[in-house]
């Protein structure tokens, strides 16, 4: 199973390209539930921005896409030059791949199941050209779970001020899957 997982404003961003726009705890915790102990891939803007101290992310072989040779800035990572074939990847019947923007756009149409967090609030005015975004979800993707809209304790937003959203940071789980063709 090759699934997708990725955090989103409501108007689809996921990134500033450095980094999230937002620090989100409960997100951390329900990514680090769906993906340890499964590889994750992911592309090398994406491993950059995680936190030295993250990285490689713990209980998952981390594996990154670049054209670039491994090197210093790669330590603990396994580089690729291809997406690798998930079905040959060792030990595991789930694949995770975890962003970004680019890694998301070139693989949606081979991930079986998305796990999305949506966040409540607008980001598109305050980011601008910065804004990495989230795919379009396929129309073979159904929903198959939803949660209500939960509230963030510590959450808060990572883009400054003046984005006009509500805090605390509400947020909700979704997961699709790809319909059965008929
Ligand atoms: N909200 C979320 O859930 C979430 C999750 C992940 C990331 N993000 C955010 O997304 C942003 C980063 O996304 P991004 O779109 O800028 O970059 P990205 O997808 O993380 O990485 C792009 C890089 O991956 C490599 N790459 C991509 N496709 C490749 C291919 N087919 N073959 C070989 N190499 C390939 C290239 O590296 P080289 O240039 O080295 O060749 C490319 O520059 C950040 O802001 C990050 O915080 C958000």
Same mark, same amino acid.
């Given at each position: 199973? %090759?699934?997708?997982?990725w ?8 990134g $500033? ?19 340890? *102990?499964?590889p994750?891939?992911m592309g090398?803007?994406? &491993?950059?921005?995680l ?8 209980g998952?072989i981390?594996?990154?896409?670049t054209?670039?040779? @491994?090197?210093? &800035?790669s330590?603990? @990572?396994r580089?690729?030059?291809? %997406?690798p ?14 962003? *970004?923007?680019?890694?998301y756009a070139?693989?949606?149409? !081979? =991930?079986?199941? %998305?796990e ?9 005015? @305050?980011?601008g050209?910065?804004? =990495?975004h989230?795919p379009?979800?396929? @129309? ?5 779970s $939803? ?5 963030? !304790?510590?959450?808060?937003?990572? =883009? *400054? !001020?003046?984005? *006009? ?18």
């Amino acid at each position: 199973m %090759l699934g997708a997982i990725w955090a989103q404003s409501l108007d689809g961003i996921i990134g $500033d390209g450095s980094g999230m726009p937002w620090h989100l705890p409960e997100d951390l915790a329900h990514f680090r539930e769906i993906t340890t *102990g499964h590889p994750v891939i992911m592309g090398r803007r994406t &491993w950059t921005s995680l936190p030295e101290r993250f990285r490689p992310l713990p209980g998952r072989i981390n594996y990154v896409l670049t054209t670039r040779e @491994a090197g210093d &800035w790669s330590e603990g @990572a396994r580089v690729v030059g291809d %997406l690798p074939d998930p079905t040959l990847l060792p030990d595991s019947p789930e694949v995770w791949i975890m962003g *970004g923007g680019q890694v998301y756009a070139a693989t949606i149409d !081979e =991930v079986d199941v %998305l796990e999305i967090t949506l966040v409540g609030v607008q980001l598109g005015e @305050a980011l601008g050209d910065r804004a =990495v975004h989230a795919p379009e979800i396929p @129309a073979e993707f159904g929903m198959v779970s $939803d949660t209500d809209w939960l509230t963030s !304790e510590r959450g808060r937003l990572a =883009v *400054g !001020e003046n984005t *006009g959203s509500e805090l605390p940071l509400k947020y909700r789980f979704l997961r699709y899957e790809r319909k059965e063709a008929a």
